[in-house]
């Protein structure tokens, strides 16, 4: 059976809509990684500046920029990286030049585990392992949130909505 479109073309019924946001889907939640999780290639890039700057001979002084530019380079795609909470999926998108990304539907979450390490602690910062039965996405990780607990009970929480809507029921 065909229908159409608003311009009058057929369209075949059997073909499903692209996967993405649905009219009642909305976003719950967004944040992006911290710079935590690159702390020690910022650290390295400064103190290596440093010395070629400071101790280098003069050719080399323009060499000093190289380490500051692998270091811009990896805080700018930890700055185009982008996690988000909606009503029916986890989502993680990232990339400077190519866009990439990964969902998990909520009705599939089997499992959270945080984890927080000294150094993120200490930057407030946490991690959550989000475990799942999608089969090309079994394991997505939100490194380096703010607020890492509350985040995964906010996930568990829509994850039992979403299987409640569903119907489905976890079978161990």
């Keep these: 059976m065909n229908d159409t479109t608003d311009d009058g073309a057929a369209v075949d019924a059997r073909i499903k809509p692209a996967p993405g946001p649905t009219d009642n889907e909305q976003i719950l939640w967004s944040a992006i990684p911290g710079h935590v999780t690159n702390l020690h290639i ?11 700057g400071i101790y280098g001979p003069w050719p080399w002084v323009g060499l000093a920029l190289i380490p500051l530019a692998v270091a811009g380079v990896y805080a700018a795609a930890l700055q185009a990286t982008r996690y988000e909470l909606t009503s029916q999926r986890l989502r993680k998108k990232w990339g400077l030049l190519t866009r990439r990304g990964e969902e998990v539907e909520l009705y599939r979450v089997e499992d959270t585990n945080p984890t927080a390490p000294l150094l993120y602690r200490l930057a407030g910062r946490g991690n959550v392992e989000v475990l799942s039965t999608d089969r090309t996405n079994d394991d997505l990780m939100l490194k380096a949130i703010k607020n890492h607990e509350r985040v995964r009970n906010r996930i568990r929480e829509h994850v039992e909505t979403m299987r409640r809507a569903k119907g489905t029921r976890v079978v161990e």
């Design 42 to 52: 910022y650290v390295v890039a400064v103190i290596t500046a440093a010395v070629l």
